[in-house]
């Protein structure tokens, strides 16, 4: 059999550190794009990130991508994924999992009974899940954390 072209290559996985709180200056209520606003010039509050960004500490794991499979989605090699094992991974979402014995990030697309992953890039095609393939689900993308 052919080894299908993934490239949405997971470079590193990583757990949460949930005890350490990320406390940090929330400003607000909200800024706008356009000019700047003298008057918006205070702080609302504090946030910590490990609360807004981890729903499941139990359940959720980081990873770094690597490929550019996935960038019309907005993820790109080196970006952060927050990934959650305790949600259900349906049709539509973008899903961490093992394909043919790698690890790789797509779109999960289920139908008719039969699951594909789907890149977001022009450069690679999706991949239909055979039954004889080694494929399972790992967790469901919430977040993207990169630089600007």
């Known amino acids: 059999m052919e080894k299908i072209k993934t490239d949405g290559s997971i ?8 005890e350490l709180k990320l406390r940090r200056p929330l400003v607000g209520p909200k800024i706008p794009a356009g000019f700047p606003s003298p ?7 504090s946030l910590d ?9 139990a359940s959720t794991f980081f990873v770094r991508v690597d490929g550019h499979s ?4 907005g993820i790109f ?15 539509g979402k973008i899903v961490v999992a093992i394909y043919d014995g790698e690890l790789t990030v797509k ?6 009974g039969k699951y594909w992953l789907i890149p977001e890039s022009d450069d ?7 039954k004889d393939t080694d494929f ?8 993207v954390i990169h630089k600007v």
Do not use: F
């Open 107 to 112: 779109r999960l697309k289920i139908e008719r």
């Open 70 to 73: 996935m960038v019309k989605a």
């Open 11 to 18: 470079k590193a996985i990583y757990s949460p550190k949930t």
């Open 136 to 143: 399972q689900v790992w967790g469901v993308v919430c977040w």
């Open 77 to 91: 090699p080196d970006d952060i994924l927050v990934v959650d094992r305790s949600l259900e991974p349906v049709s």
């Open 39 to 45: 008057a918006a010039d205070y702080v609302e509050g």
């Open 124 to 130: 690679y095609e999706p991949i239909c899940v055979h």
């Open 49 to 57: 990130l490990n609360e807004y960004l981890i729903a499941h500490p």
